[in-house]
């Protein structure tokens, strides 16, 4: 099964708003609500940031929300700030009852 | 607070199994099941298989069926992933992390595998 397809990079100046896109199927990010996204900081494990397409964990800002159309699910990052400098990772539940990554996405503050 | 701490890094020559330990606290080890998710050097997330710590049943990825193992010992709250016939494409930092649904709620700090001969 290949990876769900994320753009490689996104860039942004402090203040503005970025979308990443996370494009799957309908085996799995269409067919199912349970899609989440991870913050990694180099060096760093994983960090979940939203849950089932649009819950934030408790102590994750609102600036981060998340969305889903059909098989693209999205993560937006609003008022970017440098330590939003990061990899992101969407991930999703799939029919065959595993778990699939996307595979990455370098976001840059400028 | 919820912790899971990874036992320490490892050196295996090709050919050679690894067997890696995640000791999990501050929540109930058996109401979490718990992933293993690998990271290549300068590579993504590829998740490797979960098991069920109530009960030990376990789903592996298609890639890893036959080479990996995951079990647990709800004595310790420790949960166990071993790699058979290593290859040097499996140098990479494993994690173990603990998910409730949908999604992977928390991490361990991670176990770095070099496979070299």
């Known amino acids: 099964q290949s990876a769900l397809t994320q753009p490689a990079s996104v860039s942004g100046s402090p203040g503005q708003s970025i979308t990443i896109s996370c494009t799957g199927t309908?085996?799995?990010?269409?067919?199912?609500?349970?899609v989440s996204w991870y913050q990694q900081h180099p060096g760093k494990a994983p960090k979940l940031m939203i849950y089932?397409?649009?819950n934030r964990p408790s102590g994750v800002s609102n600036r981060f929300s998340g969305s889903k159309s059909g098989n693209t699910a999205s993560l937006t990052i609003s008022g970017l700030q440098a330590e939003d400098e990061a990899d992101y990772y969407c991930?999703?539940?799939?029919?065959?009852?595993?778990?699939?990554f996307g595979g990455g996405t370098k976001l840059t503050v400028l | 607070q919820v912790q899971l701490v990874q036992s320490g890094a490892e050196v295996k020559k090709p050919g050679a199994s690894v067997k890696v330990s995640c000791k999990a606290s501050?929540?109930?080890?058996?109401?979490?099941?718990m992933h293993w998710v690998r990271q290549a050097p300068g590579q993504g997330l590829e998740w490797m298989g979960r098991?069920?710590?109530?009960?030990?049943?376990?789903d592996y990825a298609q890639k890893f069926q036959g080479r990996v193992t995951m079990t647990r010992d709800t004595s310790i709250n420790t949960a166990y992933m071993e790699l058979s016939r290593l290859r040097s494409d499996d140098t990479a930092v494993y994690y173990c992390?603990?998910?409730?649904?949908?999604?992977?709620?928390?991490w361990g700090q991670g176990t770095l595998v070099t496979v070299s001969s």
């Open positions: 992390a603990g998910a409730g649904s949908g999604s992977f709620d928390f």
């Open positions: 501050g929540y109930t080890f058996t109401d979490y099941y």
């Open positions: 098991i069920n710590p109530n009960s030990g049943g376990t």
């Open positions: 309908s085996s799995d990010v269409g067919g199912y609500n349970y």
């Open positions: 089932e397409v649009s």
């Open positions: 991930s999703s539940y799939t029919s065959s009852s595993t778990r699939i």
